[in-house]
């Protein structure tokens, strides 16, 4: 079973920033959920990559965020 909720290459987006990015890696561990390493472009305008827990992200595409903020 695939425990991954995001697949490589896929765009996300960061729940409480809304900046969103592409998960470049996948980490999978025996006693807590996976993780992903993004690369997105920060609110200052910098490329950043770094290492997210499943429960910070969600599909880009998800209606989550923009309904939350209209």
């Known amino acids: 079973m695939d425990r991954f909720s995001f697949s490589l290459g896929q ?18 561990y025996t ?4 993780s992903y390493y993004v690369r997105y472009a920060a609110s200052d305008g910098r490329l950043d990559e770094r290492w997210w827990a499943q429960s910070a992200l969600e599909a880009a595409g998800s209606s989550h965020l923009a309904a939350s903020q209209a």
């Open 11 to 28: 765009e996300v987006r960061l729940v409480r920033s809304g900046e969103t990015g592409v998960v470049v890696g996948r980490a999978e």
């Open 31 to 34: 006693d807590s959920a996976p």
